[in-house]
């Protein structure tokens, strides 16, 4: 069975703080990690992270991919409120035509 | 920009009774999902479909699920006999290359 752990549960930061959130996985047939980011509904995409090492960045979030270790982290820089979110990560493997399995996800709120 | 849409928004039903829950995926998809995510918990996944038939479901989606595409556009999932443990946020998503878009969920409330 597909297990995703996300650390920390929930995190509160304050305006213009750095995160970091962290994803750890064990998963059958590895493809790709994937991150979402869900406010009120829909989770949004945000990374796939394939290779190991290589930092994908998106303005001020950023993420990296341990596939030795099994486990990716998500940055967030100079936060603002509108990063108030829960950030989901999952494996996707290449069974079950590469379903996403999520984890708990980290609930971060930002305090201005 | 091209979104996955599902209907209706919310349903509020009565153990025992059928619901059908429908998606519409992005056009060019080809794999096609349903999440469940029952309130404060994770996003769980229920099943995934492609041409014409399901591929991986999960425990969760016992007989009373169903899932169909009855034609070339819609996605849909049919709860038989709700129970109160249904009620819950299901996602539609779809998925082209590698990453899934999601729906913005339909709300099952059920009394």
């Known amino acids: 069975e597909d297990k995703v752990v996300q650390s920390p549960l929930s995190l509160v930061v304050h305006e213009g703080d750095t995160v970091t959130l962290n994803c750890s996985y064990e998963?059958?047939?590895?493809?790709?990690l994937l991150w979402y980011k869900q406010e009120k509904k829909a989770p949004t995409f945000l990374f796939m992270l394939t290779s190991s090492g290589i930092e994908k960045k998106s303005g001020r979030l950023s993420s990296i991919l341990d596939k030795k270790e099994l486990f990716s982290i998500l940055n967030i820089t100079a936060t603002q409120t509108g990063d108030s979110a829960v950030y989901l990560c999952g494996p996707r493997s290449t069974g079950g035509y590469q379903k996403v399995t999520f984890g708990t996800g980290t609930k971060l709120q930002v305090i201005p | 920009e091209p979104e996955v849409t599902q209907t209706p928004s919310h349903q509020v039903t009565q153990m025992g009774q059928e619901v059908i829950l429908r998606c519409v995926p992005i056009?060019?998809?080809?794999?096609f999902y349903w999440y469940r995510q029952i309130l404060g918990q994770k996003v769980e996944f229920l099943v995934s479909?492609?041409?014409?038939?399901?591929?991986?479901k999960s425990e969760i989606f016992d007989d009373q699920f169903s899932v169909e595409r009855p034609d070339g556009s819609n996605f849909t999932l049919k709860i038989r006999s709700t129970k109160l443990e249904d009620s819950a946020m299901y996602f539609c998503?779809?998925?082209?290359?590698?990453?899934?878009?999601f729906g913005e969920g339909s709300r099952l409330t059920v009394l």
């Open positions: 056009s060019n998809h080809l794999y």
């Open positions: 998963v059958t047939n590895f493809r790709s």
């Open positions: 998503a779809s998925r082209a290359g590698g990453e899934l878009f």
């Open positions: 479909f492609y041409n014409n038939e399901i591929s991986e």
